[in-house]
């Protein structure tokens, strides 16, 4: 049981990675959009194709971290104690990202409109880097059951390495997915613009990873042999390919398929970690078995993870659906009968 | 006070700045959960009446309503989130201990606001496209999800009140743990009903403050009235069945933990005939000074006889119950909550007399004054209910299980205060951002409602996002085809 819920936690940091990497990732695109005018059209295309979704995206995270403390209290301990810095900082990200997205857009001055979305923009570059930082010391071995806060359990390669990916695939991710909103939304120029720019981010993936490969040799080393052999290696090669396909599916411009070929490489990535790193849930201190709780409670977390497959799902498949559609749409000052006041420049 | 000095001097020095961060975070997400879990259903019904009777100002009201939840759905959010690492931060030895045990509670709250947050999208964005009976029955379920997740809060508040479920091996650790005995503790019924109404009543009583500040500055059309009396109602209805189920949430510390009742009650020495102390400050030999004290009135209250032997502070040792300064913060909030509570069913007495009297709104304006000062008391009130729960559970994390001091993080005192004053500043900013975004909201709808026609002249003619096939100019349907003319309905 305690590694099926292993299996269950990896696939929904899998899922956080895909989902909540798509709107870091359109926070990525925002930050580097230019200049009010310039970024004027790439900014009112996040916004209108990030709103409805976006809360939901971000409650995998919850998820993560209730998944954590029920089926692993140990390590849900461990991590915590010997994250403190980045988990903190992520934290704080987490609320200037979403209160600056959120406040954003109700706003019609251009001055205020400009801090929500520097604060939006910039934790959107934050936030992913220090949770990268995080699994990149798990991964790298540096947390271990009374681990205390130090600066080395997330400031060294492997850790800066795996930040700094987690910013690359996000941005691809968003790019990849803006490319195709900016279709569905008939804007022919934000394609381009959009396409060229999951290019680049892929380009920085693949760099980044070749500097990871000699780099996390020795450093992590338990979990580099995971992904270099095995089950791992299997996944790792699927998800290159998936990240091949989606290149080519850009570059023949067939938009449809992209996202899936994107999400599909990303969550295979996660999931060759999950492989590399097995039976630990912290290499090579703590196994599955030994992090697990107790095993009512792990049998009672799997009904619940099932109720919320059941529930969750449909109306998650119907909101995306629902987004796809087009049939989601904001609250215009018409339809809330809102006039303008003095000093509004939007 | 030597006490304390004691206590103090023996708890580790992270101890500080994590409370001062928990209570100052908790203290401000609960302030936007009344309307996370209220807001929908007073919305939904408002809605309803729009969709039914065709009448346009109550779509009006639900759509302008929704754009409020819009923004403040997301703050609940952030703020909620930044909870859950707090555990992990600041609490790390509670989780590590017990997160098995209680930590499922969450896991339902978990998927119950996911679906939360997804059904509030559908809704939030469906208005204009929709069909307009599917939008509101889409936006049903909402309710219920909401309490759902309050269902999985409380859950875990009241097993740390409460808890059970497990028992203990030879080093401490719990075993042969029971889910279903850790999640309906003995606190949790009475804890969950309270906290359920608690949220109807304030987000109830807000809203409906919103429209009494209207009315007594002269804008008394159909609009306002409706915009008050929808909520006023749900908000007065609730409030004696809220009195009650504080009633019974009492005794249910009076039975189950009966040291933070002595908290409360200032109870010093286990004793009968014990009298009730109306405010009052505890002194370090017992003595209660100043205050109104009612004799035998505790004891009756706790079990309806002057012959109920109350238990008091002194029944366990110092350093296993709250200290005296935590006492009186206790007893206060709780005074505060009782005086609160009593003077709303005074409000609805009031109003309940004019509708049976007059079939209408009492007319003096003392009425507007004092329901537009209600939402506030009952966001106080709330504030106040946490802090006797909280403050009167010390010194444990857990009630007679683990104490704070043993699930404080080990990072150093330092970063935690850095910590508190980023988070301290972060919250300011974030919430005034956020109070500025609505006060500006109603400020234009007013705008527009007066129908000044340079603002309407201003008004841009389509004001969409420059996309294809979407921004189509479109009426959809009666939802939005509604609201368009109702502008000179009213005004907020
Ligand atoms: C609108 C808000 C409101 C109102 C009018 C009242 N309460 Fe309350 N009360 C709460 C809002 C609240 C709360 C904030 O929701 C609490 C905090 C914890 C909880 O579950 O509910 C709470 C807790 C709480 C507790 C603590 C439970 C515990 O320690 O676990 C007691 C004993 C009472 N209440 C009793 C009362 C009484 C006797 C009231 C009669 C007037 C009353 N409350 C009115
Ligand atoms: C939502 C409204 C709540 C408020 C306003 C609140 C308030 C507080 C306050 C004031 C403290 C500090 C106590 C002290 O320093 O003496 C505290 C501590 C704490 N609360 Fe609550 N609380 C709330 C709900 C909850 C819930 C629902 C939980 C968990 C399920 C919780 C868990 C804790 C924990 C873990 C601590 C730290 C340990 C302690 O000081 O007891 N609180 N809270
Ligand atoms: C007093 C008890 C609490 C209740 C009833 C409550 C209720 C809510 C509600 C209704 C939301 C939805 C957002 C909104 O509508 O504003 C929310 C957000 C959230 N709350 Fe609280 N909250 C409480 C305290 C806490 C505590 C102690 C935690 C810590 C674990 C917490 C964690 C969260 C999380 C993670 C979210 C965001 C998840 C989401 O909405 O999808 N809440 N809370």
Not at chain 1, 137 to 166: H, Q, Y
Not at chain 2, 70 to 95: R, Y
Not at chain 2, 209 to 219: E, F, K, P, T
Request: hydrophobic share 55%; net charge positive.
């Amino acid at each position: 049981m305690a590694e099926l819920i292993a299996w269950v936690l990896v696939v929904v940091i899998a899922a956080y990675a895909c989902a909540g990497g798509t709107d870091y990732g359109a926070g990525f695109w925002d930050l580097v959009a230019g200049g009010a005018e310039r970024g004027k059209r790439p900014r009112g295309l996040i916004d209108h194709a990030m709103a409805p979704v976006w809360e939901a995206n971000n409650v995998w995270l919850i998820f993560v971290l209730i998944v954590m403390w029920t089926g692993f209290p140990t390590m849900f301990q461990a991590v915590f104690s010997a994250m403190w810095l980045p988990l903190a900082l992520a934290a704080v990200g987490l609320v200037l990202r979403g209160a600056g997205f959120a406040l954003r857009k109700p706003s019609r001055r251009l001055a205020q409109r400009r801090i929500y979305g520097a604060m939006f923009a910039v934790s959107s570059l934050l936030t992913p880097f220090f949770l990268g930082a995080v699994l990149g010391g798990i991964a790298s071995g540096r947390v271990k059951v009374g681990t205390t806060a130090s600066a080395d359990a997330w400031a060294n390669p492997t850790s800066i390495l795996a930040g700094l990916l987690a910013i690359a695939a996000t941005a691809f991710l968003g790019a990849v997915f803006l490319c195709s909103d900016a279709r569905r939304f008939g804007a022919r120029d934000l394609v381009d613009y959009f396409r060229l720019r999951a290019l680049l981010a892929f380009a920085g993936v693949v760099v980044l990873a070749l500097i990871a490969l000699p780099v996390t040799h020795n450093d992590a080393r338990y979990v580099w042999d995971g992904l270099t052999g095995g089950a791992g290696l299997l996944l790792v090669i699927l998800a290159a390919v998936c990240g091949l396909a989606t290149v080519l599916l850009l570059l023949r411009r067939s938009h449809g398929w992209s996202r899936y070929t994107s999400v599909a490489s990303v969550a295979l990535v996660v999931g060759a970690w999950g492989f590399a790193q097995r039976p630990y849930v912290l290499p090579t201190s703590l196994t599955v078995t030994q992090a697990a709780g107790a095993s009512h409670t792990l049998r009672w977390l799997m009904i619940v993870t099932v109720i919320a497959i059941i529930l969750v799902g449909p109306a998650l498949v119907l909101l995306y659906r629902l987004d796809t559609q087009g049939e989601l749409e904001e609250l215009t000052d018409a339809e809330t009968v809102a006039a303008r006041t003095p000093g509004d420049n939007l | 006070m030597l006490s304390t000095a004691a206590i103090l001097a023996n708890t580790p020095a992270q101890l500080l700045p994590a409370r001062e961060q928990m209570a100052f975070t908790l203290a401000m997400h609960i302030l936007l959960v009344p309307f996370g879990v209220a807001l929908p259903l007073i919305t939904l019904v408002m809605h309803h009446r729009g969709l039914r009777r065709g009448d346009a100002v109550a779509l009006l009201l639900a759509r302008r309503w929704s754009a409020v939840m819009a923004v403040q759905f997301a703050i609940g959010i952030i703020t909620g989130t930044v909870l859950s690492f707090e555990f992990g931060l600041l609490w790390p030895g509670m989780m590590g201990r017990w997160g098995d045990v209680f930590g499922l509670g969450f896991g339902v709250e978990a998927w119950a606001f996911f679906l939360e947050a997804v059904l509030i999208a559908i809704y939030l964005y469906g208005w204009r496209r929709l069909k307009p009976w599917t939008h509101f029955w889409l936006g049903v379920p909402l309710p219920l999800a909401a309490l759902m997740g309050a269902f999985g809060i409380i859950a875990a508040n009241s097993w740390m009140n409460t808890p059970r479920g497990f028992s203990l091996d030879a080093n401490g650790n719990p075993i042969n743990v029971n889910v279903q005995q850790a999640i309906f503790t003995p606190m949790f019924g009475p804890e969950y009903w309270h906290f359920v109404v608690a949220m109807f009543m304030t987000a109830g009583y807000v809203v409906a403050g919103v429209y009494a500040v209207g009315w007594l500055r002269g804008r008394r059309d159909r609009y306002h009235r409706l915009g008050f009396t929808v909520p006023f109602t749900v908000a007065t209805i609730l409030t004696p069945i809220q009195f009650m189920l504080g009633d019974s949430a009492a005794r249910a510390v009076f039975h189950k933990q009966p040291v933070k009742f002595a908290a409360m009650e200032l109870v010093w020495d286990t004793d009968t005939h014990v009298p009730e102390y109306m405010f009052g400050r505890l002194n370090s030999d017992g003595t209660v000074s100043g205050g109104l004290k009612i004799p035998q009135l505790d004891s009756i209250l706790a079990g309806f006889k002057p012959s109920t032997q109350v238990t008091g502070l002194t029944s366990v040792p110092a350093d296993d119950r709250p200290t005296i300064v935590q006492a009186t913060i206790a007893h206060w909030a709780f005074d505060i909550m009782v005086t609160v509570g009593s003077l709303l069913i005074l409000l609805a007495l009031w109003y309940a007399w004019s509708w049976w009297r007059h079939r209408d709104l009492p007319r003096t304006r003392w009425f507007f004054r004092s329901a537009a000062v209600a939402g506030a008391a009952c966001l106080v009130t709330v504030e106040c209910g946490w802090i006797t729960t909280e403050v009167g559970r010390q010194p444990w994390i857990v009630y007679n299980r683990m104490r704070v001091s043993e699930a404080v993080t080990d990072t150093r005192a330092s970063s935690l205060w850095t910590m508190l004053g980023i988070v301290i500043v972060v919250y300011i900013a974030v919430f005034g951002a956020f109070l500025a975004v609505v006060l500006k909201m109603r400020t234009r709808w007013r705008i527009a409602d007066e129908g000044s026609a340079a603002a309407r002249a201003a008004l841009p003619p389509e004001t969409d996002t420059p996309y294809g096939p979407r921004s189509e100019p479109e009426p959809a349907g009666a939802a939005s085809g509604g609201g368009s003319d109702s502008g000179s309905g009213g005004a907020s």
